[in-house]
């Protein structure tokens, strides 16, 4: 399987960028997701990277991907309260002929007023 | 589309009991997921479905846990006997079919139900 890392939590003041980071270690990758779980609710598809980009920009969220690295890290922009919320990194890998995903621990975002 | 829907929301019961978790899928899509996720173990894939057909079920803990899919819009998780360490949230995915043209980025993104909460007391 797949290993991935993602520290636990993060704090900000809204107005400041949030980075939000994770290694992995399946080289193989081709996507990669990060999905954002409010609290109560499901997982809820923020944004992915193809493996063959270093960048990805939508909106105020930016992916940046270092496959020597192993390493994806979203921004975000002008963080706001809302966006207070666990955020996990999901690379996928192949299991059979179809794309397993591997969650991380998720980061929780805590956003300060 | 309203979405993967999943029922209970909620759930309490005793240790011993069964559990039957329920979950409908977005119509259309080939593949079906159950999750768990727990403060100890974050989110783990316990099982899924292509086109109905249990694929992987590696992830499912023990002979306690089983998972049906009698047709494409629905699929249940089923615990007997429930334990206390089973408490988790439960989530149900789906996705659409597979990968086969790279042009179509993203195709097989998991699309997540608001999850059942079941408590084991």
């Known amino acids: 399987g797949e290993d991935v890392e993602q520290s636990l939590f993060l704090s900000v003041r809204e107005g400041d960028s949030s980075v939000i980071n994770c290694t992995y270690t399946?080289?193989?990758?081709?996507?990669l997701y990060w999905y954002k779980q409010e609290p109560g609710a499901g997982l809820q598809l923020l944004t992915y990277i193809f493996s063959n980009m270093d960048m990805k920009q939508d909106q105020r969220l930016t992916v940046l991907l270092n496959k020597k690295d192993k390493h994806l890290s979203l921004r975000i922009a002008d963080t706001q309260t809302g966006d207070s919320a666990i955020y996990f990194c999901?690379?996928?890998?192949?299991?059979?002929?179809?794309?397993?995903?591997?969650f991380g621990s998720g980061t929780k975002l805590n956003v300060k007023p | 589309d309203a979405g993967v829907i999943q029922s209970p929301r909620h759930e309490v019961t005793e240790m011993g009991q069964e559990v039957t978790l329920r979950c409908k899928p977005i119509?259309?899509?080939?593949?079906l997921f159950w999750y768990r996720q727990t403060m100890m173990r974050g989110l783990e894939l316990l099982i899924y479905?292509?086109?109905?057909?249990?694929?992987?079920d590696s992830g499912m803990p023990e002979d306690r846990f089983s998972a049906k899919m009698p047709n494409a819009s629905f699929s249940t998780l089923k615990i007997q006997p429930s334990e206390p360490r089973d408490s988790a949230v439960y989530f149900c995915a789906s996705s659409p079919s597979a990968l086969r043209d790279r042009s179509r980025h993203g195709t097989d993104t998991q699309y997540f139900g608001p999850g059942t909460r079941l408590t084991v007391l």
């Open positions: 999901a690379p996928v890998g192949r299991l059979y002929n179809f794309n397993k995903f591997y």
């Open positions: 479905f292509n086109n109905n057909v249990p694929i992987d």
């Open positions: 119509s259309g899509h080939d593949y």
């Open positions: 399946d080289s193989s990758s081709t996507y």
